[in-house]
């Protein structure tokens, strides 16, 4: 709750950043973060905040008069935060979504850090380059759309969007419409599509894919199903699942029964986390102690 925020800037303890969201009791930032603040000998502390979206324009504005560094947003404030910046840099524009917020001089800058953690946790599970990748991302949403700028900036051979709704998917396709002019792979595909969300068009770009990111929150809930079923999958498959979780997601339960590689978002969590402390402290995060955070 926002009163959270009026009380906890009462408190002794020196609060400089946090993370709102709504829910975000289940938020793994504050432990990570910090584990890095200690690591380094920052003297602040890292608080979540309940934050509903009628009043994150407040929340904002009394961030920025009690002299915070920085704060994180989540669901569902990454898109309305946008607005509300004095500053937004250049990649958190195109993308529709700000995640990190540095506050300098009572001013608000915005960035977003989910692309380019999205590309070292690739990098880290995998030991492959998304330049080199034929990628399927399924969701057209803030995170999605963060993973598909990060896959055409970095020259990915394909890109296939794959959104429930399919307008959704064709609108960030014509976004990314230049980055993907060139002709890079030989054969009978293109380079840059959006499909619907059914069977038949997914099996069909399977054989033409390396990895699969999961940028929905299917699989959010341990009961729901793999948003792509173990049969449609295959074994030289790459599966990242946004969602993190300290068990198998259901996505990740299925590449494996495919005999495919799976990892879940617990590495693009940290990258993100990494690269907003980067931002904030304009110093190197201590990886391996956010890391182990989060074990
Ligand atoms: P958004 O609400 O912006 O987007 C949600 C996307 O999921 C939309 O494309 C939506 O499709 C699709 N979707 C929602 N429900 C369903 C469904 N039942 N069936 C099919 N598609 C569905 O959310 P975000 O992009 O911000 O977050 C998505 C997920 O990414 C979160 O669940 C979170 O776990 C994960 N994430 C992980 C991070 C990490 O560091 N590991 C960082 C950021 C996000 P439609 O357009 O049709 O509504």
């Known amino acids: 709750m926002f009163s959270d925020l009026r009380s906890w800037s009462e408190s002794e303890s020196p609060i400089r950043l946090g993370i709102f969201g709504s829910p975000v009791a289940h938020s793994l930032s504050p432990q990570m973060q910090n584990a890095a603040l200690k690591q380094c000998k920052i003297d602040m502390e890292y608080a979540r905040f309940e934050i509903a979206p009628n009043e994150l324009r407040d929340a904002l504005n009394l961030v920025r008069e009690l002299n915070f560094v920085g704060i994180n947003l989540t669901v569902p404030h990454k898109i309305a935060a946008i607005e509300l910046m004095d500053g937004v840099d250049n990649s958190a524009r195109r993308i529709g979504a700000v995640n990190t917020v540095k506050i300098e001089k009572g001013k608000s800058h915005g960035f977003n850090t989910d692309g380019r953690g999205f590309s070292r946790a690739i990098r880290e599970e995998f030991s492959v380059d998304l330049r080199d990748m034929r990628v399927l991302v399924l969701g057209a949403g803030g995170a999605a759309r963060a993973i598909a700028m990060q896959c055409a900036k970095e020259n990915c051979e394909r890109l296939v969007i794959v959104n429930r709704t399919v307008e959704k998917g064709k609108k960030l396709v014509e976004e990314l419409h230049d980055f993907f002019a060139g002709p890079k792979v030989l054969g009978p595909v293109p ?23 999961n940028a929905t929150p299917l699989g959010l809930n341990r009961a729901d199903a793999s948003p792509i079923p173990a049969r449609l999958l295959a074994p030289h498959l790459m599966i990242y699942d946004t969602i993190y979780s300290d068990k198998r997601t259901p996505f990740v339960s299925a590449a494996l029964e495919a005999g495919a590689r799976g990892a879940n978002g617990l590495s693009m969590l940290l990258h993100q986390g990494a690269l907003a402390f980067e931002i904030w402290f304009e110093r190197e995060a201590p990886l391996d102690v956010m890391r182990k955070a989060l074990l």
């Open 191 to 213: 380079r840059l599509q959006a499909i619907p969300w059914e069977e038949s068009a997914i099996r069909f770009q399977v054989g033409n894919i390396d990895l699969i990111a």
